[in-house]
């Protein structure tokens, strides 16, 4: 069974940076594309950010193109979210999942997520 936990989110200013963490169990980590996505109350989840399982490919979405970068340490099976000029658009819950395509409607489960809060 799968098993993801995320951390690292806590409160940022507007410009600040904040890096996740995400410890994933139960999968071949080293064979899987790990992502990560959010949501906003009221709002459908979104993807974020994709990285294959080389490590050799990542995918952003466009919204944060240029100022997150996803990263992987295959010897410690975690997934990283480094956010950097966060703006208060960037408030959401962050979930990291075992990636198998942008659309939140191919995931079965997601586990708890990190909430991410950016102050104006």
């Known amino acids: 069974q799968v098993h993801l936990v995320e951390s690292g989110g806590g409160l940022a200013q507007t410009g600040g940076s904040l890096r996740l963490s995400c410890a994933a169990s139960?999968?071949?980590?080293?064979?899987?594309?790990m992502g990560w996505f959010r949501q906003t109350p009221g709002k459908e989840r979104e993807f974020v950010a994709s990285m294959s399982y080389s490590g050799r490919t990542s995918y952003y979405s466009d919204s944060v193109k240029g100022r997150f970068t996803i990263s992987r340490d295959s010897t410690e099976n975690t997934v990283f979210l480094q956010m950097n000029s966060l703006r208060p658009e960037d408030t959401a819950v962050y979930y990291c999942?075992?990636?198998?395509?942008?659309?939140?409607?191919?995931?079965?489960?997601w586990g708890r997520g990190t909430q991410v809060t950016v102050s104006s």
């Open positions: 139960g999968l071949t980590f080293r064979a899987d594309s």
């Open positions: 999942a075992r990636f198998v395509g942008r659309s939140p409607a191919n995931y079965g489960s």
